[in-house]
């Protein structure tokens, strides 16, 4: 069974920084696609950025000059670094990751959330 965890959430100002992280664990599993969506409050699910193995990378318009999503293959991470950080940034954060594993086939994963704030 493959798991994802996230890292890296809290609590920043406005125009401040976060770095979320998330590792993807378990046995003989290969991962194509990585990325983040978010969800704010009474608000749908919306993609903020992928990168495939390649290092070719995908962002929302509103993210794009203030985000940057980068991926450790050796390490099977993801990595968010948030700049420029504001109000409208504030949701739950969760990563995904389109994984095939051994015995469930290709499917996609979840990590539980991490909580961003930005608030003065």
């Known amino acids: 069974q493959v798991q994802l965890a996230e890292s890296g959430g809290g609590l920043v100002q406005p125009g401040g920084s976060l770095r979320l992280s998330c590792a993807a664990s378990?046995?003989?599993?290969?991962?194509?696609?990585m990325g983040w969506y978010r969800q704010a409050a009474g608000r749908q699910r919306e993609l903020v950025a992928t990168i495939n193995y390649d290092q070719n990378t995908k962002y929302q318009d509103s993210v794009k000059g203030r985000f940057t999503i980068s991926r450790d293959n050796d390490k099977n991470t993801v990595y968010l670094q948030m700049n420029t950080l504001q109000a409208e940034d504030t949701a739950v954060y969760y990563c995904?990751?389109?994984?095939?594993?051994?015995?469930?086939?290709?499917?996609?994963?979840w990590g539980q959330g991490t909580q961003v704030t930005v608030s003065s």
């Open positions: 378990g046995r003989n599993f290969y991962i194509y696609d």
């Open positions: 995904y990751g389109d994984i095939i594993a051994m015995a469930a086939g290709r499917r996609d994963y």
